[in-house]
């Protein structure tokens, strides 16, 4: 069993930046690809970002795209979340998550396709 684990959340004002962070439990632990889903109060939980962990290939969101940067370290097995220019609309509990295969039909946009999660983290953007 692996566990992800986040840290970087808190409070910041509206134009600030924020680094989450995600470390997997295990070194020897492997995903096809890692991502950021987020969840606010009353809303489903949406996709953030996804970064392929062999490739580097990243994909975003439309409204984080400029704003946002996942990146990756192998020898840490730790993927990251740079967000800057933040806005108040960005707030909400940030969920790490794992695919460790190639994705099925729903592809890479979807909560049911990621393997494991993390434990969440709250990121309050004030305005």
């Known amino acids: 069993q692996v566990q992800l684990v986040e840290s970087g959340g808190g409070s ?14 295990r070194r020897t632990f492997s995903s096809y690809a890692m991502g950021w889903f987020r969840q606010a109060p009353g809303k489903e939980r949406e996709f953030v970002a996804v970064i392929r962990w062999s490739s580097g290939i990243t994909y975003y969101t439309d409204s984080v795209k400029g704003r946002f940067t996942i990146s990756r370290d192998n020898a840490k097995k730790t993927v ?14 940030y969920y790490c998550a794992a695919r460790l295969s190639p ?10 396709e990621y393997d494991y999660w993390g434990q969440g983290t709250q990121v309050t953007v004030s305005s």
């Open 12 to 25: 910041a004002q509206a134009g600030a930046s924020l680094r989450l962070s995600c470390a997997a439990s």
């Open 80 to 93: 990251y979340l740079q967000m800057n220019s933040l806005k108040s609309d960005d707030t909400a509990v």
């Open 103 to 112: 994705y099925g039909s729903s592809g890479y946009l979807a909560p049911s």
